[in-house]
């Protein structure tokens, strides 16, 4: 298939029916940031209300290009972490300033004294309250085009950082496959085709809009291609080509033996956004102590993510391991991440 996708990337969508794959030009994808917490523009320090919460901002806006953006017209761009209003309050309290720890409130404050801005910027200094680029930032790609005379944008998002539903590439998966049977018809004047590779999967690929800007592949599972209407396509001839040997069948086992040694670890970010999306944790046994974990490799081998806030809580058997995927409810999560509150005195 590599000849058929020369010069183009490919990115995975689950859905519902199965895996869906977009097809774009490879040399029309872009880089992007994507802005989170509080964004304060140069000169807008000691007005809070000018400052912009990047939740609050339309795709467009909050997820830029990176040959785009400038750095240098923000002041700064703060964390949004459960503690910030709290900590701002006691900065306020010295000055009769009550936002009674809530950041909303403070962000009605239309100008800081002078002292309260020298005090806030310590703070986020010292408790880590900035977001410095790029180190603390998450990118993206995505691919522009027109349409109609309208601007379009997919957002792909490989490394899975910032949630959206296509994310994983898989250029070089489908550029391993050879293809040994191809079918096609026409549609409103364009061509559709079903495709057959050497492992035996059958696709479909079609243009994704009227214009060709993308293509879709989607797969055809057994039960679908036994009453698939071949009768509506035309065979289309293809170069013949030297299949390589099979691989032999991996042999899956020795991943789940018990004594094959893996390392565990944890990510506070990835965590949250692994619930968030599928409400599921897991939970490993290290030294006799029930730990969470989000990602798992065998020894010697490197993590497959890249979150800033990943560390090794310990390496076990996988015998030894016991994973587990406990049922949690919200409230079980927030005292995960933020302990226990202390019961109220009569």
């Not at 298939?1 to 097809?23: A, C, H, N, P, Q």
């Not at 909050?62 to 240098?72: A, G, L, N, T």
């Not at 058997?317 to 005292?335: F, M, S, V």
Request: charged share 35%; glycine share 4%.
């Amino acid at each position: 298939m590599k000849i058929w996708l020369d010069g183009k990337r490919i990115f995975e969508e689950e859905t519902d029916y199965g895996s869906k794959y977009y097809v774009f030009p490879r040399d029309k994808m872009q880089k992007n940031v994507s802005l989170h917490g509080y964004i304060v523009k140069k000169g807008e320090f000691n007005q809070p209300c000018k400052w912009i919460y990047a939740d609050d901002l339309p795709k467009t806006e909050r997820i830029i290009p990176v040959k785009d953006f400038d750095y240098s017209q923000y002041d700064c761009f703060i964390f949004d972490d459960y503690t910030l209003g709290k900590d701002i309050q006691k900065v306020l309290f010295s000055y009769n300033i009550d936002i009674h720890q809530d950041i909303k409130e403070f962000l009605k404050l239309e100008v800081l004294p002078e002292e309260v801005v020298k005090e806030l910027k310590i703070l986020f200094e010292e408790k880590e309250y900035y977001n410095k680029y790029p180190e603390d930032f998450l990118f993206c790609e995505s691919y522009n085009y027109k349409c109609n005379e309208m601007e379009k944008r997919f957002i792909v998002d490989p490394d899975d950082n910032i949630g959206v539903s296509i994310t994983y590439d898989q250029t070089d998966w489908f550029g391993r496959q050879y293809l040994v049977e191809v079918y096609a018809k026409e549609v409103h004047s364009q061509t559709h085709y079903v495709l057959k590779n050497d492992w035996d999967y059958w696709y479909k690929y079609y243009p994704g809009d009227s214009n060709e800007n993308y293509w879709i592949i989607e797969e055809i599972d057994e039960e679908q291609i036994e009453n698939f209407s071949f009768e509506e396509y035309q065979p289309v001839e293809i170069e013949k080509r030297d299949l390589p040997e099979k691989a032999p069948e991996i042999d899956l086992s020795k991943y789940f033996a018990p004594d094959t040694v893996y390392d565990f670890y944890y990510s506070e970010k990835m965590f949250i956004m692994r619930y968030n999306l599928e409400q599921k944790v897991a939970t490993v046994n290290i030294n006799g102590s029930r730990e969470f974990y989000t990602e798992m490799v065998r020894e010697g081998e490197e993590l497959t993510s890249n979150w800033d806030d990943m560390k090794h809580i310990g390496r076990t058997t996988y015998g030894e391991a016991d994973i587990q995927h406990p049922n949690l409810t919200h409230k079980d999560i927030l005292e995960h991440m933020f302990g226990k509150r202390a019961l109220l005195q009569s």
